[in-house]
């Protein structure tokens, strides 16, 4: 074992000192989603009136993301790679902010390649074991190859982290440490109506026994989890999971004994929940959290037999373009890992890639099945790559179909009240 304590206690400082290290003009990464380090961020903030042009990087923003408001642009300017945090997606809908596309699995390439140069990385991390390294906790995503590339890596030590297997971090690799507990951000599980309820057993049918699913968070996947209850055997190879997934495993319903790859692993790239699914992960060897250029690769993806991904969208238009990022000229959200599942689960042998949405929004005012996408839109994933589209009416299956058997699916399961004007439209889109 090696002597690691002096080294450690050589690196001991506190979040004020830690950051005195940034310097104006820096590009800082955070630590993803519930990984952020909180009294490392506020000791940042507080140097506002000192710095300017800090860049700050994050895919997925769940704290009070104070660097990114009104008031602030001249200190710091937030670069969204996902807009989940409505603090950064207001501040880039008013200009005050950034948003980069960006396949979620390729993030870690565009810091090592030093497309994006990094300067400064701000993580939390578990207290080290018996041989010196820490674990990412919650989110293993990108903050490996950020550290490796950038000039300083400044961890918050904090004890509340549960400790996950799979990547870790040593502490030789920690330019600074900071000790200090904080309560870990929490997600209630979201509560669902009788069109997700209908949604998710559409989905239901289409998983059989033994299957490996990726699903994302919100009521939709938590939907589709609880018709998945009398299945057999399923497995997770996931960008992320939460409290569903958690209650599906001690149901027995999740094994991963099926899986092809990372046999009974449970295999994620970040976490989001609440201290129901830390206490289940937390020193759980069946549950590896990898970085996200391993999880979300679609050659990696595609080595699982019947993989199904299941995602979200905010519209599908009739030829199959889906856009799931964007409301208008609004940046709504990102890419994040959809199209890398989407792409995966079409390399596995009986993959399948779901698109899943209500079929209307603004309380029915819209259909989510339109002739085309919105000016402003985005398409996130291609018509070339979509495969099964679902709504509460029904599963429309894409693959190998013209235009034209495309629009009479998607129009077969679009909301009864927009059929006949979708139908009227047809001829136009499809001549
Ligand atoms: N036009 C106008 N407004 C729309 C709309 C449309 N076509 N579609 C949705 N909206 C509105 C909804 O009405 C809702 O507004 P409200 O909150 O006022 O009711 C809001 O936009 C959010 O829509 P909803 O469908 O509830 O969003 P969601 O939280 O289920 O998230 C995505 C859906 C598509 C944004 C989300 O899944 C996403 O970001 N996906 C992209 C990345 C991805 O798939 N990652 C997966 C790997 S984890």
């Known amino acids: ?191 669902f109506g009788e069109v997700e309820r209908q949604i998710g057993e559409h989905i239901a049918l289409l998983v059989p026994d033994g299957a490996t699913l990726q699903l994302g968070i919100g009521a939709i ?29 001690e149901a027995g319903v999740i094994t991963n004994r099926r899986k092809t790859i990372n046999q009974g692993k449970f295999v994620a790239t970040f976490l989001m929940g609440s201290s129901t699914l830390y206490n289940f992960v937390h020193n759980n060897p069946a549950v590896e959290m990898h970085p996200v250029d391993y999880v979300n690769d679609p050659c990696i993806i595609g080595q699982h037999d019947d993989m199904i991904s299941i995602n979200s969208a905010l519209q599908v238009d009739l030829s199959g373009q889906v856009n799931a990022e964007m409301i208008g000229h609004l940046q709504f959200s990102g890419t994040g890992g959809q199209v890398d599942f989407v792409r995966g689960a079409s390399r596995s042998n009986g993959g399948k890639s779901i698109i899943a949405m209500p079929s209307t929004a603004a309380r029915g005012s819209i259909s989510r099945i339109c002739r085309q996408l919105d000016e402003g839109a985005a398409v996130t994933t291609s018509r070339n790559d979509v495969h099964y589209v679902i709504t509460e009416y029904g599963i429309a299956n894409l693959r190998g179909k013209t235009l034209q058997q495309r629009a009479e699916a998607l129009i077969e399961i679009a909301h009864p009240a927009f059929r006949a004007s979708l139908i009227n439209k047809l001829s136009v889109a499809c001549p």
């Open 1 to 191: 074992m090696r002597n690691w304590q002096s080294t450690y206690r050589h690196k001991l400082i506190s979040a004020q000192q830690a950051l005195q290290f940034v310097q104006s003009g820096d590009r800082v990464v955070l630590a993803n989603a519930c990984s952020e380090p909180p009294a490392l961020v506020q000791a940042l903030v507080a140097r506002a009136p000192e710095l300017s042009n800090v860049e700050i990087v994050q895919v997925v923003n769940v704290g009070p993301a104070e660097y990114a408001k009104p008031g602030m642009e001249h200190s710091f300017r937030s670069n969204g790679i996902f807009l989940l945090g409505a603090p950064v997606r207001k501040a880039v809908e008013e200009g005050r902010a950034s948003y980069t596309p960006c396949f979620f699995s390729e993030l870690p390439r565009l810091f090592r390649q030093r497309i994006l140069p990094v300067d400064v990385v701000l993580m939390q991390v578990t207290p080290p074991d018996e041989e010196g390294y820490c674990s990412y906790g919650l989110s293993a995503d990108y903050t490996q190859s950020a550290a490796e590339s950038a000039k300083i890596v400044i961890a918050q030590m904090n004890r509340n982290l549960p400790r996950t297997a799979g990547v870790r971090i040593h502490l030789d690799a920690l330019t600074w440490i900071v000790e200090q507990d904080a309560p870990l951000v929490e997600f209630a599980a979201p509560s």
């Open 221 to 249: 996947p938590e939907a589709a989890l609880l018709s998945l209850k009398n299945k057999r055997d399923l497995g997770i190879h996931t960008e992320m999971f939460s409290d569903g997934v958690a209650a599906l495993a």
